[in-house]
């Protein structure tokens, strides 16, 4: 894919998406998630933003232990993913899916909130940075066989960030009235 489309990509429904996540969507009544991908215009060429809305997100997480969505941007195959890994922990997830090409993304996840702290203006969001810290390493999508050589460079599955319990908290910020999880990626690709 040379340029971004989402509307293309959904129509065609070219997304692997996960098994056990389609048929629990729909016997929670649940519509389907949304996605808007925001690239070219006053952004770079190799910049976008994509700005999802996973709806049932916390029901969801809890049946199923993973939850993904993928999407288009920069000629590229994007999949954001939550789940549960194999010590009990929370994880988000940012990475390519095959056939697309390698990265080297720099930029940020944020998930907003929607309680607000009493005393103040605005709740504040969930702000994820990648890379964490020093020099971003390239995203690969899983099986591609790059290896490269030299100092400060790695290669990467996906962008991983553990997280506390919030998924779970019963009153958590993070979902609205309906539940629904509200997630903004930045990125520029170096």
Request: glycine residues 8%; aromatic residues 8%; proline residues 7%.
């Amino acid at each position: 894919m040379a340029t971004s489309n989402q509307a293309l990509f959904l129509q065609l429904n070219l997304g692997k998406s996960n098994s056990k996540d389609e048929p629990l969507r729909r016997s929670l009544g649940c519509s389907p998630d949304e996605v808007q991908v925001g690239s070219g215009g006053a952004l770079e060429k190799n910049q976008f933003i994509a700005r999802l809305r996973i709806r049932k997100f916390q029901k969801r997480l809890l049946i199923a232990e993973d939850v993904g969505i993928e999407f288009v941007a920069v000629g590229r195959i994007w999949l954001f993913r939550s789940f549960m890994t194999r010590n009990g922990k929370w994880c988000i997830t940012l990475s390519l899916v095959g056939p697309s090409l390698p990265a080297r993304p720099v930029g940020t996840v944020s998930i907003k909130a929607h309680i607000r702290p009493p005393g103040s203006e605005a709740p504040p969001s969930l702000v994820l940075q990648y890379p964490m810290c020093g020099v971003p390493g390239i995203l690969v999508p899983d099986g591609y066989g790059l290896k490269l050589k030299g100092d400060n460079k790695a290669n990467y599955v996906s962008m991983d960030w553990l997280m506390t319990d919030w998924p779970m908290d019963k009153e958590t910020k993070y979902v609205d009235c309906d539940g629904t999880l509200h997630v903004k990626i930045k990125m520029t690709l170096d």
